[in-house]
Nanobody, 126 residues
Framework: QVQFVESGGGSVQAGGSVRLSCIES????????MGWFRQAPGKEREGVATIGRDGTAVYAVSVKGRFTIMRDNAQSILYLQMNRLKPEDTATYYC????????????????????WGKGTLVNISS
């Protein structure tokens, strides 16, 4: 089974930046689609950004222009650079992936992901 471990979460003031990392334990994952998803207290899990093997990235409207998703296929590492953070960005962030090529690589496809990390908490204070 593919296993992901997220890191980089913590507390930061609004307007600040955080960089999250997701490492696949086997250092060999080259799957169809990887992405970041988040879940805030009392909210359903939502997509943040996805990136395909070819580097094509798609962002949720709420983070477009502020977040950047990056994928290092050689090292099997997924990154999320988060800038100009807002209090509403507070959530547990999860990395996820799917090998299923028929699944659209898009933040809306939260139910199409097959592998999930345990998450890392990002708390933005105002």
């Amino acid at each position: 089974q593919v296993q992901f471990v997220e890191s980089g979460g913590g507390s930061v003031q609004a307007g600040g930046s955080v960089r999250l990392s997701c490492i696949e334990s086997g250092h060999k994952y080259r799957g169809h689609c990887m992405g970041w998803f988040r879940q805030a207290p009392g909210k359903e899990r939502e997509g943040v950004a996805t990136i395909g093997r070819d580097g094509t990235a798609v962002y949720a409207v709420s983070v477009k222009g502020r977040f950047t998703i990056m994928r290092d296929n050689a090292q099997s590492i997924l990154y999320l650079q988060m800038n100009r953070l807002k209090p509403e960005d507070t959530a547990t962030y999860y990395c996820a992936a799917t090998d299923e090529v028929w699944v659209r690589c898009h933040p809306d496809e939260v139910y199409g992901m097959d592998y999930w990390g345990k998450g890392t908490l990002v708390n933005i204070s105002s």
